[in-house]
Protein backbone atom coordinates (compact mmCIF):
# COMPACT_ATOMS: atom_id res chain seq x y z
CA UNK A 1 0.00 0.00 0.00
CA UNK A 2 1.71 3.25 -1.00
CA UNK A 3 1.22 5.56 1.82
CA UNK A 4 1.42 8.93 -0.17
CA UNK A 5 -2.32 9.34 -0.31
CA UNK A 6 -2.92 8.43 3.44
CA UNK A 7 -0.26 11.42 4.20
CA UNK A 8 -2.12 13.56 1.57
CA UNK A 9 -5.65 13.25 2.93
CA UNK A 10 -4.61 13.84 6.42
CA UNK A 11 -2.74 17.34 5.71
CA UNK A 12 -6.04 18.23 3.35
CA UNK A 13 -8.01 17.44 6.27
CA UNK A 14 -5.68 19.61 8.95
CA UNK A 15 -5.51 21.98 6.79
CA UNK A 16 -9.09 22.19 6.67
CA UNK A 17 -9.82 22.16 10.20
CA UNK A 18 -7.67 24.95 10.66
CA UNK A 19 -8.63 27.35 8.16
CA UNK A 20 -12.44 27.49 9.00
CA UNK A 21 -11.77 29.64 11.60
CA UNK A 22 -12.39 32.74 10.52
CA UNK A 23 -15.38 31.61 7.60
CA UNK A 24 -18.86 32.89 7.58
CA UNK A 25 -21.45 30.13 8.12
CA UNK A 26 -21.73 30.41 4.08
CA UNK A 27 -18.15 29.88 3.44
CA UNK A 28 -18.26 26.76 6.17
CA UNK A 29 -21.68 24.68 4.65
CA UNK A 30 -20.46 25.28 1.28
CA UNK A 31 -17.40 23.99 1.97
CA UNK A 32 -18.69 20.78 3.72
CA UNK A 33 -20.88 20.50 1.00
CA UNK A 34 -17.91 20.54 -1.09
CA UNK A 35 -16.04 17.73 1.04
CA UNK A 36 -18.77 15.63 1.62
CA UNK A 37 -19.63 15.38 -2.31
CA UNK A 38 -16.84 14.84 -3.75
CA UNK A 39 -15.39 12.51 -1.07
CA UNK A 40 -18.72 10.17 -1.58
CA UNK A 41 -18.56 10.20 -5.55
CA UNK A 42 -14.51 9.82 -5.34
CA UNK A 43 -15.42 6.60 -3.14
CA UNK A 44 -18.46 5.45 -5.00
CA UNK A 45 -17.18 5.58 -8.47
CA UNK A 46 -13.24 5.75 -7.72
CA UNK A 47 -13.25 8.50 -10.45
CA UNK A 48 -12.00 11.97 -10.43
CA UNK A 49 -13.93 13.23 -12.89
CA UNK A 50 -17.13 11.93 -10.52
CA UNK A 51 -15.44 13.23 -7.47
CA UNK A 52 -15.25 16.79 -9.50
CA UNK A 53 -19.11 16.88 -10.07
CA UNK A 54 -19.83 14.86 -6.64
CA UNK A 55 -18.02 18.32 -5.88
CA UNK A 56 -19.79 20.85 -7.55
CA UNK A 57 -23.39 19.16 -6.34
CA UNK A 58 -22.08 19.60 -2.46
CA UNK A 59 -21.45 22.95 -2.94
CA UNK A 60 -24.28 23.74 -4.42
CA UNK A 61 -26.40 21.75 -1.81
CA UNK A 62 -24.39 23.48 1.30
CA UNK A 63 -25.20 26.47 -0.74
CA UNK A 64 -29.06 26.15 -0.74
CA UNK A 65 -28.20 24.67 2.95
CA UNK A 66 -27.52 27.68 4.02
CA UNK A 67 -30.16 29.65 2.19
CA UNK A 68 -32.81 27.74 4.14
CA UNK A 69 -31.72 28.15 7.27
CA UNK A 70 -31.33 32.01 7.01
CA UNK A 71 -34.61 32.35 5.68
CA UNK A 72 -35.66 29.87 9.20
CA UNK A 73 -33.92 32.04 11.26
CA UNK A 74 -35.16 35.22 9.66
CA UNK A 75 -38.75 33.76 9.96
CA UNK A 76 -38.23 32.94 13.88
CA UNK A 77 -36.75 36.29 14.63
CA UNK A 78 -40.06 38.24 13.03
CA UNK A 79 -41.65 36.16 14.68
CA UNK A 80 -40.33 36.79 17.95
CA UNK A 81 -41.04 40.47 17.85
CA UNK A 82 -44.50 40.21 16.43
CA UNK A 83 -45.13 37.84 19.59
CA UNK A 84 -43.52 40.69 21.58
CA UNK A 85 -45.34 43.70 20.32
CA UNK A 86 -48.81 41.58 20.59
CA UNK A 87 -48.27 40.59 24.13
CA UNK A 88 -47.02 44.57 25.14
CA UNK A 89 -50.28 45.81 23.53
Known amino acids: MNPKPII???LV????????????DTQ???????AIGGAAAGILTGEWGWAAAGAAAGA?????????????????HQGYKDGQSKKTN
Open 28 to 34: KRVTTGT
Open 13 to 24: GMMAITGCAGMT
Open 60 to 76: AGGYLYDKSKKNEQKAY
Open 8 to 10: ICC
